[in-house]
């Protein structure tokens, strides 16, 4: 109390020295800025006597906030690396992803979780999981120890619609999503979030509408199995998102959210409640349609590695609510086409390649792309090219299938016998392929099938007691150490999906 | 930025202040405290820096805040006086309402309004309005005009429900609520708040369900038209209500709720956002079922002058949002049996008169309630009765319809000629009356009539044309200076409303 008196009285002396500065102002601009800081300062006035006010009746900060806030303190810390779901920034050298391991404090994905992920599924890993694209994770090994004993678990990700034409980037997590649903032949949620982007951005929720029915013809189009996949929009599914959404916001206070995401009074009250949104999907009671009344059910999140804030709070949130931890795989960012720490979107259309791009269109953003090549041949065949730098060779690193390939071309191009144009050109064929397909694979998504992915339906085959006779059979499969049988490929055609060739 | 540093500063001073007086700490208690303190500044330093971090891309504070702000900080101000939603508590001589009028910026009903008022409906006016129990207003000659102009509004109103059992103070909105929707043959909204009982409560949202039908079924016995009247639970009607939800909070900073409620960063953020959920009922876009595409109806609240910073707020943001103000007409706080300043609650059984009582328990309560008649006899003969302290007189002034009888009794007991056990004779009887008539109107209440109140439904005989043709009549009616068809009493029977007898 003395504490929350002390800071009234220097929050009091800050207001009054500026309406002295503004008494003494010669400018009317000086004033204006004097104006706002003041109107500013004694807002935060008000607000420390009301916390006064109601300090005696308010209950005690949560236990886990100071660990969190230390935690995410640091993530944003004295490198000058900043990561949130809103802001990714490298420092000089880029993002380090060894201290974002450290600051967030999520682990590693070692050879041994994915020997483990192929024994599992009887398959080999996806590429993305053996190149390290998917580096880091939290609790997959808790996961898949469930999973062998016999516990399903299903698959969560999302997506914010947004008026840009999606790009590569944005296909990356939807194309290791399909992966995993057919690996471990488990049911999938997305998550569309229109209300976050109305939050957010200068965007009415009739315009939201519009851009997420596009947007889910673009997922559907990756190849999802419509019988076990249930795509939502959060404006529609509240109803049932509801109960979970009030549970997770009952468990978390304003210091919290302060804490992890940064938000401040200035920031619109829908954006402190909004992550209680996004983390209710990763609970399999906010899904009765699919998973009945089973609370044993684990959840999969595959994420870009800045929107593991959220997932922090749902973590922190999950036991106080009697609910599992989600477990959650992470992938690096995915490089711009004007370097690493370039931004995509389609604001500068030479950034990114967008599933809407013609082959003549790819074949020019790629030309034109920053390669680690030499200036001159002359210096290209003595130095070699700098792969760290070079993004056609970063996208063949996550598109081109073939491992013997991909070595190759990086022995025979960092050592500069083989030619940027060169490796470009192969890059080229391979983008241009996976945008055809994909528009191929739109084009014959229908309205009716949105509707077909978008609708609370029963999911029969995922009724309580075949989903544990699934999960019995799976662990059966594992002990006999025989392959799983190939889940049937599903319409639509699945978008050409890079898959293992080991 | 630099009083943000500077902020800074001073609170890592208090941290390190505080940590080293833990250092030198001599007992575990002061130890705890002390850390307990800690992690709580902690906390603090941590969301400033946060803040710091953000404020550069921090869109500015709405310009009301501050205006609003002041209001509110003066409304829980020097007087000792404070009125909340979650909080009411008078100075010494009890709610100074006068002030609250100033403080709130609402404004009195006067004798000319109540005119209008009996001049619009062609009855007279409730005994509520002519006694002043309903005493204050924002914006109600505005809807009267409108009204009188052919545009329709409708009632809206709510309640949180409660394992209480309610009272007979609860039911003073809801008797109003009749009383308007009869006498303007209006549609009604009846809000049931489980969410809010839920984040600020001990309570589960199962129990919170269980509660709530039980109250809905109270609210039914009061004799509502079910033609024209739509009760909803928040956690039924999210869906409908999360557009313009989302509206209010978008335009809702935090600032903003941190000023007129006065939340801190302890209070979960389920509370931060749900003054939207409150808010949302006052616009007709809200209920399209019932208003269609419509946005020139207009909104009426019957509530506690407690409720008034949610319709602040609501009222800030109505223009922002392309929406009409509501209008507010407000009651004075209604007595508790043990004296003006007593709260009414389940866990002291005395404080109130319940629904669920018999004659004889309130033959009881009435017995033993305070009174401002004379120790002796011969003191009340003498002096005569204080009637500023008299409950069962404040009672009789709430439930007592005749205005001669009422007026007698005034006279004769603060004369001292009529005694304190005569007027609670009187009391015991007219209470004794409501109460069994309100338990016989709720034995009656089905499930199947909470199902239908409850449902969205469409509402036929509001349907626009109808609804328009409806105003143009009203108007009409009026310019004709007749009295207005009285609506048809609707089943379930109503129960005993006090009903003007002038």
Redesign the interface.
Known sequence: MD?LE??IK??GD?VRK?KAAKAGATTDEERASLS??I?????KL??L???K???SS????ADE??AE??K??AG?GASGQ?VTPWEVEGGEDGIDYDRLLRDFGTQEITPELIARVEELTGKPAHPWLRRGLFFSHRDLKELLDAYEAGTPFYVYTGRGPSSDSMHVGHLIPFLFTKYLQDAFDVPLVIQMTD?EK??WKNMS?DDAAIFLRENVKDIIAVGFDPAKTFIFAD??Y??HL??NV??I???????????IF?????????K??F??VQAAPSFASTFPHMFGNRRDIRCLIPAAIDQDPYFRLTRDVAPKLGYLKPSLIYTRFFPGLQGAGSKMGSSSPMSAIFLTDSKKQIKKKIGACVSGGGETIEEHRANGANLARDIPFQYLEVFLDDDARLEEIRVEYSAGRMLTGEVKKELIAIMADLVANHQAARAKVTDEQVTEFMSVRSFDHLGLAEFRDYAKKQTGKQKKKKNKKKATPAEPAAAAAPTSTA
Not at 58 to 61: D, K
Not at 262 to 270: A, C, L, Q
């Open positions: 504490i002390q800071k220097v929050q800050i500026l706002t800081q109107k500013d300062e004694v807002a008000l607000s006597k009301a916390e006010e109601a300090s308010a209950p005690s900060t906030t100071e806030a230390d995410a303190d944003a900043v209300d109305f939050l929720l404006t529609d509240i109803q509801y109960p009030l549970k916001r009952k468990a978390t206070t304003g210091s919290m959210v302060r804490a940064g938000f401040t009074n200035s920031d619109n009250i829908g402190w409640g992550p209680a």
